[in-house]
């Protein structure tokens, strides 16, 4: 399969990247950020089947990049603009980041020319990401990221949406995880808020684009569940 990483260069898409070359039933990966996608260290496979695409534009992409995600049989949508980097960046540039880009994405992959069989888009958002305002946890109040979240679950709504009204073109998943942890990686703990190793979490997005989703929402106890299946199976 030929498999799109939108954020290649990422802590999420590096880990992705590198399990993915040793993936089986992956046989192309193109990697899309704004530099070049390197090879992970640690990875077993040369990089031969890893295709570099630079982007420095994720709201209209240019020819050569369409050109490159044509026959795409599945995405994994990993940019985001994080809590921590919130506070650093105007609003307006968030919510072109956070929405905007991943809108331009299922658009656009399901625009150019592909296989027979619908684009599998995971779009990764956040455990606390609530679709309505009923659901806002309080930790999301008490570290100001009421907006932020508000803005990922209405972005779930829009993607799932879109695959609803892709006549088949398009099947959608979300994947609502808690804290990521991974090597050298200090946490804080945040009441109410799971935690998963990047490890399970890289696989269990695999597994789910390789095989199917499961269902349309994936917790982080799923991914935990199916993340470590799958590595137990290599």
């Known amino acids: 399969m ?3 990483i939108g954020g290649s260069t990422g802590f999420v898409g590096t880990e992705l990247v590198r399990q993915a070359l040793s993936h089986p039933a992956i046989t192309s990966i193109v990697g899309i950020s704004r530099r070049e996608t390197p090879v992970p260290p640690g990875s077993i496979d040369d990089g031969a089947k890893l295709k570099s695409v630079v982007c420095e534009n994720f709201e209209s992409y ?3 990049v369409k050109k490159e995600l044509e026959n795409a049989d599945a995405c994994i949508w990993t940019i985001a603009v994080t809590p921590m980097k919130l506070k650093s960046l105007p609003w307006e540039e968030t919510v072109k980041i956070c929405r905007d880009y991943a809108l331009a994405a299922i658009e656009t ?3 150019v020319p592909h296989k027979d069989g619908p684009l599998r888009f995971l779009y990764i958002s956040g455990h606390f990401a609530p679709r309505t305002r009923s659901e ?3 930790p999301l109040n008490d570290h100001g990221l009421t907006d932020l979240a508000l803005l990922r679950g209405e972005l779930e709504t829009q993607i799932l ?3 609803d009204q892709a006549d088949g073109a398009v099947v959608s998943c979300i994947a609502k995880p808690g804290m990521i942890a ?8 945040v009441p109410g808020l799971p935690k998963i190793e990047l490890r399970d979490f890289a696989a269990a997005l695999l597994d789910q684009v390789v095989n199917g989703f499961e269902k349309d929402t994936l917790s982080n106890d799923d991914m935990i569940r199916i ?3 799958a590595l137990a199976k290599q």
């Open 109 to 111: 992959l399901a625009s």
């Open 2 to 4: 030929k498999l799109v």
């Open 161 to 163: 949406a879109f695959a």
């Open 62 to 64: 240019p020819d050569h």
């Open 136 to 138: 806002i946890a309080k």
């Open 227 to 229: 993340g470590q299946s």
């Open 182 to 189: 991974g090597p050298g990686r200090d946490l804080p703990v």
